[in-house]
């Protein structure tokens, strides 16, 4: 069974730091690269960042270049996302999932998501 645990958000002020974690488990986690995710109310589920399986490569949306930054650790089959000068646009659900590639978050490996954590940057 493919599960997706994520985990880290709360609420912060504008300018803020947040880092979220994505534990992960039922599949071999070092062989697909991993992607997060977030959703605002009334907007689409938009892609935020990838990293390759072996972590070497990323990817991220011109919305959080600069910002954010993706990483992994395949000891633990975890993915993390360290999120800094947080803007309230960034307040969203986050999800993350595994992808066939980092350049087209359209092509997810698995159909099931995780609950999801809340981020919130308000002042």
């Known amino acids: 069974q493919v599960q997706f645990v994520e985990s880290g958000g709360g609420l912060v002020q504008p300018g803020g730091s947040l880092r979220l974690s994505c534990a992960t488990s039922g599949f071999t986690f070092s062989t697909y690269g991993m992607l997060w995710y977030r959703q605002a109310p009334g907007k689409e589920r938009e892609w935020v960042a990838g990293i390759s399986n072996g972590g070497r490569n990323t990817n991220y949306a011109n919305s959080v270049k600069g910002r954010f930054t993706i990483s992994r650790d395949n000891a633990k089959n975890t993915m993390y996302l360290q999120m800094n000068n947080l803007k309230p646009e960034d307040t969203a659900e986050y999800y993350c999932?595994?992808?066939?590639?980092?350049?087209?978050?359209?092509?997810?490996?698995?159909?099931?998501w995780g609950q999801g954590t809340q981020v919130t940057v308000s002042s």
């Open positions: 999932n595994a992808g066939y590639s980092i350049y087209d978050s359209r092509r997810r490996v698995f159909d099931s």
